[in-house]
């Protein structure tokens, strides 16, 4: 049963940074800020395409960043129903994601190192770390024991790239730990590195037969 609300409608408030920006997802019916989605869009051939950095021209289409609700968006047929007219899906859209928001880290990292906001070499940033100076870490998913222990206690901490993939971020051959100081880019890294983790999760054996 629709219930229809019978209260005087209220003025809008303009979003503040107590009050986020939400967006309906497509999948859940759900209102969340836009950090917690990811949004698309259709090109001029109906194709979706997912527009990370939200400056796509077009009407959005927000999905909630989980690997679930990418699955059941693509599957489901549910871009076609929320954009009201054939949507034509890649089949490894949610892949496409992952690649795309990992792509995305990389070059954001490589500006926060721009606006001096890394330290790296794994002496330099377990003294930052002791300091107290560090938001998050990389850690290289390829690390040896010893710094993955000494880091393990880390609350923000990014295992996703190899040595050679953190280092290629930041102009250099390899790196094994990098750290993040308190900085726009560094929120900005965080909240990507979110998405990432829900879009990359695991799908368990129930979602995977869906």
Not at 45 to 74: C, F, I, M, N, Y
Not at 84 to 102: F, G, I, N, S, W
Request: glycine share 6%; net charge positive.
């Amino acid at each position: 049963m629709t219930t229809v609300s019978t209260q005087p409608s209220q003025p809008t408030v303009p979003p503040t940074a107590s009050q986020p920006t939400l967006r309906r997802c497509l999948v859940t019916g759900v209102d969340k800020p836009k950090s917690d989605l990811i949004r698309f869009v259709l090109d001029p051939e109906k194709r979706v395409v997912p527009d990370l950095t939200g400056r796509l021209p077009g009407h959005g289409l927000w999905v909630s960043a989980t690997r679930d609700a990418l699955k059941q968006a693509t599957t489901k047929n549910m871009f076609t129903r929320a954009a009201k007219t054939k949507a034509v899906v890649d089949a490894d859209l949610p892949a496409q994601v992952e690649r795309l928001l990992v792509r995305r880290v990389s070059e954001l990292l490589g500006l926060a190192r721009a606006a001096r906001a890394v330290v790296t070499r794994e002496p330099v940033v377990l003294e930052a770390l002791a300091g107290g100076s560090l938001v998050a870490v990389f850690l290289a998913s390829d690390a040896g024991g010893d710094i993955r222990k000494k880091l393990s206690r880390v609350p923000m901490l990014f295992t996703c790239f190899s040595r050679e993939e953190l280092g290629a971020a930041l102009g250099r051959e390899q790196l094994v730990a990098v750290g993040l100081k308190a900085h726009p880019l560094t929120s900005k890294i965080v909240e990507e590195m979110t998405r990432w983790q829900g879009v990359s999760a695991p799908l368990d054996d129930h979602q995977e037969n869906d």
